[in-house]
Nanobody, 123 residues
Framework: QVQLVESGGGLVQAGGSLRLSCAAS????????MGWFRQAPGKERDFVVAISWSGTIRYVADSVKGRFTISRDNAKNTVYLQMNSLKPEDTAVYYC????????????????WGQGTQVTVSS
C-alpha cells in the first residue's frame, strides 16, 4: 500500500514557476513508477510526466516538453514536478500517482493516487 500527498500548488502569473512535491508513505516507494496527471474543469484527466522507479527513464507529454521536469528522491520517498514558463492552459488540479506495473502514460495503469493540488496560472 502506498499513500501519496501532493503539495506546492498555488496561484502564479504566466511565465512563472512552481515546484510540486509528492510525498509517499510505504516501504515500496522505490519500486513504483511515478506519474503526474492533471485535470481541468470539465475535462478528462491527462498525462503530464512520468518517471521509472530508478529515475533513468522519463515520459513527457508534448504539451509540457521543455517546460516541465519530473524527478524523484527515493531516499526521501518523494517525487517532484518542476514547472517553468507556466501558461494559463496549465491551470488544473495536479495529481501524483504510483504504478506497480511500470512506466505508463495511461491513468488506468496507476494503482495509487494523491488527493490533488490546484495550480492556477493567471494571464
Amino acid at each position: 500500500q502506498v499513500q501519496l500527498v501532493e503539495s506546492g500548488g498555488g496561484l502564479v502569473q504566466a511565465g512563472g514557476s512552481l515546484r510540486l512535491s509528492c510525498a509517499a508513505s510505504g516501504r515500496t516507494f522505490s519500486r513504483h513508477a511515478m506519474g503526474w496527471f492533471r485535470q481541468a474543469p470539465g475535462k478528462e484527466r491527462d498525462f503530464v510526466v512520468a518517471i521509472s522507479w530508478s529515475g533513468t527513464i522519463r515520459y513527457v507529454a508534448d504539451s509540457v516538453k521543455g517546460r516541465f521536469t519530473i524527478s524523484r528522491d527515493n531516499a526521501k520517498n518523494t517525487v517532484y514536478l518542476q514547472m517553468n514558463s507556466l501558461k494559463p492552459e496549465d491551470t488544473a488540479v495536479y495529481y501524483c500517482a504510483a504504478s506497480e506495473g511500470g512506466l505508463s502514460r495511461t491513468p488506468d495503469r496507476y494503482d495509487y493516487w494523491g488527493q490533488g493540488t490546484q495550480v492556477t496560472v493567471s494571464s
